[in-house]
């Protein structure tokens, strides 16, 4: 794998993980259980959005193809997005909802903590503004697995339910593929196993003043999801989040 | 120096508009950061572009003069809005040729807040970012914000994020008054 190749797919994985967990949570507009997390939500959202934003950006300057920002997201099927699979399961109950929020958290806070001082300039001014927003989003998400752990008997059960549900996806954000591998050796990505033992370490911290028990680190896990290989979820996400584009190309305000 | 006749558009298309100032190679830096202290933010009315420290350079290349600006938050969705802003109020004192840069690094921090605009915050009734943004811990202590409404510090949190990204909301337990805190970034 070239580096230029390793490095297109980087900055998709990190687009398409954002944008997807964003539309994800946009799903909760309007219906989220508290007027409070609902705006939290949103926002949360927003700055993934806007995140996703730079990343794509970046992204079709390296792809050079002739496709911008819009075209990276609007116009490539499920096989060509590189996302987490974790970031494409569904809202559920809240405590699932605020489980894969808080495992995405911890992988995104400790990912662009180490691109900050990535030797490539635009990553690491990107990454150095999202990481003062992703610092907001894991102490939210932290206090609320605290909050529902520590919490009543069923918040305890549900948030336990909700860990167990998706540790099952946890393994895909620290096990290194040969991108992660060429973008670390380039200078650019994590050292993956530092990323392992931050991620599993802040997990188990939390999830110990939580009152709540994570999964084994060599349990068996779904992979797939930054080499384009989805659960059922992603296309009906795209589905919908690229109805509008695919309909009305010609769009330029909606 | 230059002369600047009336541009292709002005020859066109009749205009109810002021009569852009012909000058504008006369305009000193000051005036410039001058007018631009009555661009407010969109979505927090009582502070100023300048004021809120979005506004990092000014450089004039011939009559084109570049404007640097940093966005608050990454989604911020009043970024572009900002941009149109200063890009009108920049034309309407006569300005033609000018455009907006975005940059990302450094990237905006509430230090940059001047004296000015946290007072201004706070008479608006959203309570200041407090202390230092480097010293921001991750889950570790919750600050001591202080009530905008009645200066009492026996506040709490009730959510992380406000009415924008950039505030978390707040409430007072002495006044009871809801507030929002602009957050340390």
């Not at chain 1, 001014?125 to 009543?152: F, P, Q």
């Not at chain 2, 969109?42 to 011939?62: C, F, H, M, N, Q």
Request: hydrophobic content about 40%; proline content about 4%.
């Amino acid at each position: 794998m070239t580096e230029q190749k390793a490095l297109q797919d980087y900055l998709l994985r990190l687009a398409d993980s954002d944008m997807i967990l964003s539309q994800r949570l946009c799903e909760l507009c309007g219906k989220a259980p508290a007027i409070e997390e609902e705006m939290a939500i949103m926002n949360v959202g927003l700055d993934l959005v806007g995140q996703a934003r730079n990343w794509y950006e970046y992204a079709a300057e390296q792809i050079d193809d002739g496709r911008d920002a819009d075209k990276l997201c609007f116009l490539r099927d499920a096989l060509d997005y590189r996302n987490l699979l974790l970031v494409e399961q569904p809202n559920e109950d809240y405590a699932v909802t605020t489980a894969r929020q808080f495992f995405f958290d911890v992988w995104h806070y400790f990912t662009l903590k180490s691109l900050v001082d990535a030797n490539d300039e635009r990553i690491a001014n990107i990454a150095a503004k999202a990481v003062k927003e992703a610092t907001y989003h894991l102490r939210r998400s932290s206090e609320w697995v605290k909050r529902m752990g520590d919490g009543t008997e069923e918040s305890h059960r549900r948030i336990q339910e909700a860990f167990d549900l998706l540790w099952r996806f946890t393994g895909e954000l620290v096990t290194p593929d040969e991108t992660d591998h060429t973008m670390f050796k380039a200078g650019i990505g994590p050292d993956p196993e530092k990323l392992k033992r931050d991620w599993f370490g802040m997990v188990r911290e939390v999830a110990a003043q939580a009152t709540l028990k994570t999964g084994a680190e060599d349990a068996w896990m779904y992979m797939g999801g930054k080499s384009g290989v989805h659960t059922e979820h992603l296309g009906f996400i795209l589905a919908e989040m690229q109805f509008l584009p695919r309909a009305y190309p010609d769009a330029t305000t909606w | 120096m230059n002369e600047r006749g009336p541009s292709s558009v002005d020859l066109l298309i009749a205009s109810d508009r002021a009569p852009a100032k012909a000058h504008p190679e006369l305009l000193t830096e000051d005036a410039i950061w001058a007018l631009l202290d009555n661009v407010k933010d969109p979505e927090v009315p009582a502070v100023s572009v300048i004021e809120l420290g979005i506004i990092r350079a000014l450089s004039w290349d011939g009559n084109h003069l570049s404007v640097d600006v940093t966005p608050t938050y990454s989604g911020c969705p009043a970024t572009e809005l900002i941009e149109e802003l200063i890009v009108e109020a920049l034309r309407a004192f006569g300005i033609r040729d000018s455009h907006i840069n975005r940059v990302l690094t450094p990237a905006w921090s509430t230090d940059w807040i001047t004296d000015e605009g946290r007072e201004k915050l706070r008479a608006y009734g959203i309570a200041p970012p407090q202390g230092n943004a480097s010293k921001m811990s991750l889950l570790g202590t919750v600050e001591v914000i202080t009530c905008p409404f009645c200066d009492s510090k026996h506040t709490e949190r009730i959510s992380e994020f406000g009415s924008t990204a950039c505030k978390a909301l707040y409430r007072c337990r002495d006044c009871l008054e809801p507030f929002d805190y602009f957050k340390c970034i």
